[in-house]
């Protein structure tokens, strides 16, 4: 139910358009002014990690929005994760896509012929999200980013406070999807507490409306807020989706916001250790996910992260997994190099080769076999598939990759019906 109009532009380019100095690096859970904005850009562009945040001050924001829109190097494309996973899957022919988000003129036009948006999502004003990107090596005052990523920004209010989910849930009778996919909590970290834990219960409920048979995929994204996270894991939503596609920083985030395995983990030092991402992704399935016990739809999970992706399911309900797996990974290659098929001489491997399952039991070693690119393993009733990616060597786009791997990854995943 998010969807927007993105803006992308090279951050660097965008600070100078503002006339803003190059400064040091300063983590801001919120931004509320061009200050906030360089320090928390350098932050993370320092670190080569990727990061969301929301711009309180709305008139600043329209200001900056406009200088990055009509920056001769800007380019607009459909945001948001829910329309970008429409995007995504309308490619293929044979497919309907229902969206639902505040859907303005200019992304209106943008939009595939294949999705279908209801009039009650309409909006006379696009809302702009604004995605500053870095290339690996690039300098900006001090700062050197160590790879290529993004810093991710708006003012955001009517997918923050998740507008059009009931426009949405009411719309599926008379389009009977086969599948639904959620996106957009994270937007809603931009409201008072108050307000969030009220809309949180709404989205619940809205969500409960859908029919048990239509498998309900969540695809997470960026957060700063522990309480928020926790009572999404804890109480709310993961029991009501069978399905959640997450990447590196997500995991980690989740761990520790509701003190999973290696929660005391800061950060990840290079390429997320395979073992640890297993023991965290094992943990939400055992302690959040449907067992005979427990009253909750969740049995697989997508882990997206540069190097590799693993696709983990509670046994008996969900089938073609490694095909699944493997076509996420490719999407990741094809997308970013903006090719159709792989070019090998723009890739290249950055999986470890030899790796271990886990750090909490007794750990088989595993070596990758690039005749047998899936590897899989298995732990009490849970199965693992593993795939490293072919990664682009010179990026052209990197904006909703994570959305592209995961509705590729959908895409070719038999639910099995309970």
């Known amino acids: 139910v998010n969807a927007c109009v993105d ?20 983590n ?37 929005a406009r200088t990055a829109s009509e920056h001769p190097a800007a380019q607009l494309y459909v945001g948001g994760n829910a329309a970008l996973i429409g995007q995504k899957l309308a490619t293929n022919p044979d497919l309907k896509i229902l969206l639902c988000g505040p859907v303005g003129p200019k992304l209106h036009e943008l939009l595939d012929d294949n999705v279908v948006v209801p009039p009650e999502s309409m909006q006379e004003r696009d809302e702009f999200h604004l995605i500053l990107e870095y290339q690996a090596g690039e300098q900006w005052g001090r ?39 959620l996106s957009g909590l994270h937007m809603m970290e931009g409201q008072s507490k108050e307000m969030r834990q009220r809309r949180l219960m709404e989205a619940v409920a809205s969500i409960s409306d859908i029919p048990t048979d ?27 989706v069978n399905s959640i596609g997450l990447n590196e920083q997500e995991l980690l985030f989740l761990t520790q916001s509701a003190s999973g395995p290696h929660a005391s983990l800061a950060s990840w030092s290079g390429i997320p250790d395979v073992g640890v991402v297993s023991d965290i992704l094992f943990w939400i399935l055992k302690e959040h996910g449907k067992t005979a016990q427990r009253a909750s739809d969740l049995t697989r999970i997508h882990f997206h992260t540069l190097a590799y992706h693993i696709l983990v399911t509670v046994d008996g ?21 903006a090719t159709d098929t792989i070019d090998t001489s723009k890739v290249f491997l950055k999986a470890p080769l030899e790796f271990v399952t ?33 990664v682009c060597k010179d990026p052209v786009r990197t904006v909703g990759l994570g959305d592209a791997i995961s509705a ?11």
């Open 7 to 26: 803006v992308v532009l090279s951050g660097v380019k965008l600070l100078e358009a503002l006339g803003l100095e190059p400064s040091d690096g300063k």
């Open 28 to 64: 801001h859970a919120v931004l509320k002014s061009g200050q906030d904005l360089k320090e928390a850009f350098a932050h993370f562009m320092e670190r080569g990690a990727a990061a969301e945040r929301f711009f309180s001050d709305a008139e600043a924001f329209q200001d900056i």
């Open 143 to 181: 700062v050197r980013a160590p790879s290529a990523n993004r810093f991710i920004f708006s003012h955001d209010l009517s997918n923050g406070a998740l507008n059009m989910l009931e426009v949405f849930v009411s719309s599926l009778d008379e389009f009977q999807p086969d599948l639904v996919v």
């Open 214 to 240: 239509i498998p309900i995929h969540l695809e997470l994204a960026s957060m700063t807020d522990q309480d928020f996270m926790s009572n999404i894991v804890h109480q709310q939503v993961f029991p009501l």
């Open 317 to 337: 309900h969900w089938g073609n997994q490694a095909a699944a797996v493997a076509a996420g990974a490719r999407a990741a290659g094809t997308q970013a190099c």
């Open 358 to 390: 886990s750090h909490t039991e007794a750990p088989s070693k595993i070596s990758l076999n690039p005749d047998e690119p899936v590897v899989q393993w298995h732990r009490e009733g849970i199965s693992f598939h593993f795939t490293p990616v072919l």
């Open 408 to 418: 590729e990854g959908l895409l070719y995943s038999e639910a099995y019906p309970q």
